[in-house]
């Protein structure tokens, strides 16, 4: 329950004011927790960041898994869902509240090695269904939008993204 007070208050600076913003006295007082408490669970603010950027792509994993669940098409399914998660989750997607706190997270190697980790893991899984060049190519176009459009205002651009969402399904489909 601590744990998870810790998390979610180092998500929700980090979102709020960046990833700079994440310090050990921030964090506890958000939590209600000395910062003992938080070094109990927790040995150092990078791993505290470590562990929060962890949880963030379990929830990813979540989420992408529920909208596979819903696809009757194995072949390309978890490019679909990756791409559907990154421009319609409210939570995780470019208009989502963590969107740019995963734009600093890419500063940081050990972040990004975390991620391709991850990436690599899905990928093996989804080895017999998603593992081919033009559904590489739409993953990363989804990676590139994400990173283009997260966390900025994009009032006007909703015809350009929803062009851009239906051409990338498209693709998948022609797969």
């Given amino acids: 329950m601590v ?19 994440v310090t050990i006295q921030a964090v506890a007082k958000a939590a209600n927790v000395t910062k003992g408490g938080l070094f109990h669970h927790f ?15 379990t929830r990813l994993d979540e989420k992408i898994d529920a909208r596979m669940v819903k ?3 194995a072949k390309g399914c978890f490019t679909r869902a990756y791409v559907a998660t990154i421009f319609q989750d409210d939570e995780l997607g470019f208009d989502g509240p963590l969107a ?7 500063a940081d190697p050990v ?15 989804h080895r017999d269904t998603d593992n081919t060049p033009l559904l590489e190519v739409v993953r990363l176009a ?5 990173f283009s459009y997260a966390g900025l205002e ?3 651009q909703a ?17």
Avoid at 3 to 21: F, H, Q, V
Avoid at 100 to 106: D, V
């Fill in 154 to 156: 994009t009032t006007g």
């Fill in 43 to 57: 040995a150092s603010k990078q791993a505290l960041i470590e562990e929060m950027y962890k949880d963030i792509l």
């Fill in 3 to 21: 744990r998870r007070a810790l998390l979610d208050s180092a998500a929700k600076i980090a979102m709020e004011d960046g990833l700079s913003a």
């Fill in 111 to 125: 972040l990004r090695q975390i991620w391709l980790d991850w990436l690599n893991a899905r990928l093996d899984r």
């Fill in 142 to 146: 989804a990676d590139g939008a994400w």
């Fill in 159 to 175: 015809e350009v993204r929803e062009t851009l969402y239906a051409s990338l399904l498209a693709m998948v489909d022609g797969v």
């Fill in 100 to 106: 740019a706190m995963w734009i600093g997270a890419s």
């Fill in 71 to 73: 696809d009757d098409t």
